[in-house]
């Protein structure tokens, strides 16, 4: 009989610090970034920002997975973003047959979001890296890594950016240059 009591107590005080805890989130000021869905103001500022086009292969990747970040753009795009990328692989740790035991591989983005005057309404840089071990003295494996671990880097760095562009128009900063 005194099992079931207790068990009861428990519940009723876990809910008691569930229902604090939900009341202290509320009033902590946190808000949707996405709030009134695809008619809200970021969704509305994300499907104004057109890819300029991105050179070589990485910058098919990136602007791909930026698009699939920021969601289709409407037919009069206010905003531009231009994105300059950087690579870098570099071989470390020798084996005893002189071949390179790992790689890191960095990708850089420099971009601008100009408006449709083009000015520059936000400049910034972002970047991810990745290790990848050379286990095989197979130069196609090594460059099949290099190629898989560019495709990853290339969706992380597209979400850096879009992340930094949905809270640039959640601070209320993007607003197209005829409404200003």
């Given at each position: 009989?005194?099992?079931?009591?207790?068990?009861?107590r428990?519940?009723?005080?876990?809910?008691?610090a569930l229902?604090a805890a939900?009341?202290?989130?509320?009033?902590?000021?946190?808000?949707?970034?996405?709030?009134?869905?695809?008619?809200?103001?970021?969704?509305?500022?994300?499907?104004?920002?057109?890819?300029?086009p991105?050179?070589?292969?990485?910058?098919?990747?990136?602007?791909?997975?930026?698009?699939?970040?920021?969601?289709?753009?409407?037919?009069?795009?206010?905003?531009?973003?231009e994105?300059?990328?950087e690579?870098?692989?570099?071989?470390?740790?020798?084996?005893?047959?002189?071949?390179i035991?790992?790689?890191?591989?960095t990708?850089?983005?420099?971009?601008?979001?100009?408006?449709?005057?083009?000015?520059?309404?936000?400049?910034?840089?972002?970047g991810?890296?990745?290790?990848?071990?050379?286990?095989?003295?197979?130069?196609?494996?090594?460059?099949?890594?290099?190629t898989?671990?560019?495709?990853?880097?290339?969706?992380?760095?597209?979400?850096?950016i879009?992340?930094?562009?949905?809270?640039?128009?959640?601070?209320?900063q993007?607003?197209?240059a005829?409404?200003?």
């Amino acid at each position: 009989a005194g099992q079931p009591r207790r068990m009861s107590r428990v519940r009723a005080l876990t809910a008691g610090a569930l229902l604090a805890a939900g009341l202290m989130l509320g009033s902590c000021g946190l808000q949707p970034v996405y709030s009134g869905g695809s008619t809200g103001t970021v969704a509305t500022a994300m499907s104004d920002i057109a890819i300029a086009p991105i050179a070589n292969g990485k910058g098919y990747l990136v602007s791909t997975a930026l698009r699939h970040e920021l969601g289709p753009v409407n037919g009069n795009p206010q905003f531009r973003i231009e994105i300059e990328l950087e690579e870098q692989i570099l071989g470390f740790g020798i084996r005893d047959n002189n071949t390179i035991a790992a790689e890191r591989i960095t990708l850089r983005a420099r971009y601008e979001l100009k408006d449709a005057n083009g000015k520059v309404l936000l400049l910034a840089t972002t970047g991810s890296d990745m290790s990848i071990d050379n286990v095989s003295s197979s130069d196609y494996a090594t460059v099949a890594a290099e190629t898989s671990a560019i495709e990853r880097l290339s969706i992380v760095v597209a979400q850096q950016i879009a992340q930094r562009l949905t809270l640039f128009a959640k601070s209320g900063q993007l607003v197209p240059a005829a409404a200003k």
